[in-house]
């Protein structure tokens, strides 16, 4: 049994938990924040996208970048300015915007998706647990025909990999879901992914922790900012906090998003991840409310059912390092989500609507940056962007070196097979990192 200490307690660290408690290790959980979940995973867009986890660098992406550029799309806001690390992401990121990346990128994305979801069985299979989870399926709507047909590639893609999906007519998909007979604007046709799921990550976080420290004894340590890690000869063996206590562990795994205060090595690596900045609001249902979960591709924004609610989510505002909640940007996702679905629910002005934004930690290609650190004994699971909720994991099992129930970390290049022994206290040549 190793003591593994995990920095960063959103849906990818609470998930890396889960996986090392499951594999026999004293496992600690740590996070600035005061709880768990705190960050980018508290109230976004809720759906567990399995058949949509398609990459956001894409040739469909560069083609509509001119009109993007100039303000023309209300759904992406670019500011472009001097900042070197963000000149490079950028160029990085239209790198992966040519076919065979996009259909690389987004290959790998939907296997590890695909991995999240057979594992998030597990976890309900052991646990109870309510969330608000249900598999309800997602309908993608497109606008216009030419929309529609490009469709056919990524459909041949995902069904070629077997996942389920349908290409419907509007009234085909009505029929599944009454809610789009009060959709204002044109469909042109529907892409169906019956077994996408939906549900609120934050209770999926509080309530699996619970049972990790129940059932497993997991630690967790809140309102605790890591400082540096400790090394002896090149291997991890603790990790030093601002305002607590030194943690002594065999392995670390750092799972943080995108902070401007993290300090390394626990902040990404120079124009490896850049903030993707997205909002949304939750509101009460009423009687005319989807069922399913909607993804309206005119206004690129995404409606999910939880319960007696409904959440919507969208923009992707590029090009700040340091983010704030604009009005603007908000009132836009209000006024989008009125047109597309007034009847569905309660005005976004009452009190009870809850409004959030923050930034997605996104990587050029998408990929989530999974690998392991300088130091033996220090994996990296970050960069999920934003598919942190269906990747969570998913990208474990891939840390784990694609087991799904890995037994041991490793400090070899590839991660996952074998957590060496830690050295004895009396070692020499420590250093802090």
Known sequence: MARVAVIGAGVVGVASAYMLCKAGHQVTLVDRNAGPCAGASVRNGAQLSYAYGDALASPSLLKHLPGILLGRDPAYRVRLHADPEFLIWGLRFLANTSSARYL?????????????????????????????????????????????????????LKTSMGIRQQMLSRDEATAIEPALAHYRDEIAGVVYSPDDAAGRPSEFCAQLIGHLTASYGLRTRYQCEAERLLTRKGRVHGVMFRNYETLDCDAVVIATG?????????????????????YSVTLPATEGAMQTSITDLKRKMVFARLGDQVRIAGMADIGRRRFA??????????????AAFARGFASAEEQDAQSWSDARPCTPSSRPIIAPGKSRGVFLNYGHGTL???LCLGSYRETAGGHARPRNLTDTPAPGRALATRHSKGEENERQD
């Open 104 to 156: 690389s990128n987004t290959r790998y994305l939907l296997q590890m998706a695909a991995g999240t979801r057979s594992l998030l069985q597990e976890v309900l299979d052991e646990f109870q647990m309510d969330f608000d989870y249900t598999v309800s399926g997602k309908m993608i709507l497109f606008p216009t025909a030419a929309s529609f047909a490009a469709a056919q590639s990524g459909y041949a």
């Open 325 to 338: 909640f604009e009005q603007d940007r908000f009132a836009a996702l209000k006024e989008g989500a009125q």
């Open 258 to 278: 995108y902070g401007t205060k993290l300090s390394a090595p626990f902040s990404p690596a120079f124009s490896s991840v850049w903030p993707v900045q997205g």
């Open 388 to 390: 942190g909720w269906t």
